[in-house]
């Protein structure tokens, strides 16, 4: 109903302290009311999780709100409530949905959202709000039980999109490795955001903001092009992939 | 008993025609008494089969050997033992799996190349070689019943190896994916193949042959570095990942 979602491509462009450019996003999406904020640090793999919630945590606290982490409670499901939001990292995508799963919080993150929790995430974060995984950029080192993600929006985002390719290198591109998915789930858009850039969604609405352009892909349609401040709002229909 | 593979980090080299670098690796593979080849096409997405079929059979055909692909048939696995190879292009690796797996080609295929079968896979087809999917760099557009893969080498490929990064991109690096893959998968050993590399398994002994360098990542161990002509066949004894 009360849906707000802040999707972050990526933490920190470079240069840049750790959460740099989102800090004003972060601060403008939860206001002065939200108090305690729970991050979910589950994407982290070559990091500690201690390391990892001490370098989030360190920001957010400088920008006024209490975190806690999920990696520190016996059971984080039980807890939800007592937050005001939620706040989800980035990493690998496939470590992050399978400990989601293996710790039953998918359906208990879904419903909190769901009733207005306010939800914050960047890189494999923001992957998860899509319908599923499959446009992630990372390796699937280990296997979930389900490629399902949380299904807050009815399109799948790529986080850290760039049309830059390697010289002398076959690997696919990633436009053609985005290509790749619209041909197979014709359905489905995908909403690329480069870095320095996120979707903010709240009162049914979602807008593109910052570096440009937002490419969306769409199964034999040419490529939309978005610029800071658009509206995406009509990728919230059904069968917006027509349009 | 008397497995042989030639498993190719990938197809074409830029600037060359069509499966350029493995022709001569392939002839000499397949020497002299090979006739029928099967081709495996199921990774192909943005690409028809027929089309990339095509693709393959030409190059196959001016070696000297004759080939059929496995899209044209009703039952694959009924008329494989009719070949005397088997050939698996590349492509993306999440459909490649999930095409075998719907056709129930997995088992048979399995069986044919552990009773002396020859099998030549590149990219996606060598991926499939290794006991999982875990180390592909595809992205994952479609959803398999399973990571487990062919399971023919005790470690892991890494085709279309680069240290390469974009500049000014915060995306991870593949030296930075393959560590989170030995960081969550302790005992498996990762095998990095550059383009216009190879590893060539037979008589119980595997090589790498081609530009190199071959990096070999392992849990906790410093980096082993290889080169055209290396005897790679420690990798096959159990333990290995402490050698």
């Known amino acids: 109903m009360n849906k707000r979602l802040l999707l972050?491509?990526?933490?920190?462009?470079?240069?840049?302290?750790?959460?740099?450019?989102?800090?004003?996003?972060?601060?403008?999406f939860l206001g002065e009311k939200i108090k305690k904020v729970l991050f979910i640090p589950y994407a982290g793999v070559t990091?500690?999780?201690?390391?990892?919630?001490?370098?989030?945590?360190?920001?957010?606290?400088?920008?006024?709100?209490?975190?806690?982490?999920?990696?520190?409670?016996?059971?984080?499901?039980?807890?939800?409530?007592?937050?005001?939001?939620?706040?989800?990292?980035?990493?690998?995508?496939?470590?992050?949905?399978?400990?989601?799963?293996?710790?039953?919080?998918?359906?208990?993150?879904?419903?909190?959202?769901?009733?207005?929790?306010?939800?914050?995430?960047?890189s494999a974060g923001s992957n998860i709000a899509s319908p599923t995984i499959k446009t992630t950029n990372d390796m699937p080192i280990v296997e979930p039980a389900s490629f399902?993600?949380?299904?807050?929006?009815?399109?799948q985002i790529n986080p850290h999109y760039t049309e830059a390719t390697l010289p002398n290198h076959g690997g696919e591109s990633r436009d053609v490795r985005i290509n790749e998915f619209v041909t197979v789930n014709q359905s489905t858009n995908v909403v690329c955001l480069p870095e320095g850039s996120l979707l903010r969604y709240e009162n049914e609405q979602i807008f593109f903001i910052g570096k440009g352009p937002c490419k969306v892909f769409r199964y034999a349609q040419p490529i939309k092009t978005f610029k800071d401040g658009d509206d995406l709002s009509w990728l919230l229909d059904e069968g917006s992939q027509i349009s």
């Open 8 to 28: 972050l491509s990526n933490s920190t462009n470079p240069g840049e302290l750790y959460l740099g450019w989102p800090a004003k996003h972060i601060k403008d």
């Open 47 to 122: 990091i500690t999780l201690d390391d990892y919630f001490h370098a989030v945590s360190t920001q957010f606290e400088a920008l006024g709100y209490k975190m806690d982490s999920a990696h520190n409670m016996a059971n984080p499901q039980k807890v939800l409530s007592e937050y005001d939001a939620i706040t989800v990292g980035g990493g690998n995508t496939f470590q992050l949905i399978r400990l989601l799963e293996d710790k039953g919080l998918i359906p208990a993150i879904q419903n909190a959202v769901l009733n207005g929790m306010p939800y914050i995430g960047w």
């Open 148 to 155: 399902n993600a949380f299904n807050f929006i009815p399109f």
